[in-house]
């Protein structure tokens, strides 16, 4: 089993949107078994919300549901539970070191690193283009599949 938790600032928008486009994608391709697929905030300051609700909108509008999620925060624990872990941006990665005191197994990477542009997922939460982002979840979740050999 191929455990990948997502990761960004609040757990709101972008990484839940990962989290549920790659389980819809795994899903699809008939691989659900085969992952384990969560998310999770760097930060505090959401802990207990739900997605977002233009993020929401953005995943029903492609028929993918999210109901149930809540943010939460990243532990020391989820390092050695998972095999991936994906940020969104570079910020991310950062505390994710700094919370891990490094990445000595190779684990961290970041979304778009998957794809033929590699760089940031731009946060919606500021830039209100919720579209984009879309775009560039899905072409990173894909990426990663493909990486996979999935």
């Known amino acids: 089993m191929i455990k990948i938790l997502f990761v960004c600032h609040g757990n709101i928008c972008r990484s839940p949107m990962a989290e549920f486009v790659m389980k819809d994608l795994v899903n699809r ?9 969560a998310s999770a905030a760097t930060s505090t300051e959401e802990t207990g919300n739900p997605v977002y609700p233009p993020a ?30 994906i940020g969104m941006d570079r910020a991310n990665l950062r505390n994710m070191n ?48 493909e990486h996979l050999g999935r």
């Open 29 to 37: 391709a008939g691989q659900a078994d085969a992952f384990q697929i």
């Open 56 to 85: 929401r909108r953005k995943l029903a509008e492609h028929g993918i549901g999210c109901a149930g999620k809540t943010a939460r925060q990243l532990t020391r624990e989820d390092y050695a539970q998972y095999d991936l872990l």
């Open 98 to 145: 700094r919370l891990w005191g490094g990445d000595r197994e190779g684990k961290l990477h970041l979304l778009l690193d998957y794809t033929s542009r590699p760089g940031d997922v731009a946060d919606p939460w500021y830039t209100g283009d919720f579209e984009s982002t879309w775009r560039d979840v899905l072409e990173g979740c894909r990426g990663l599949l």
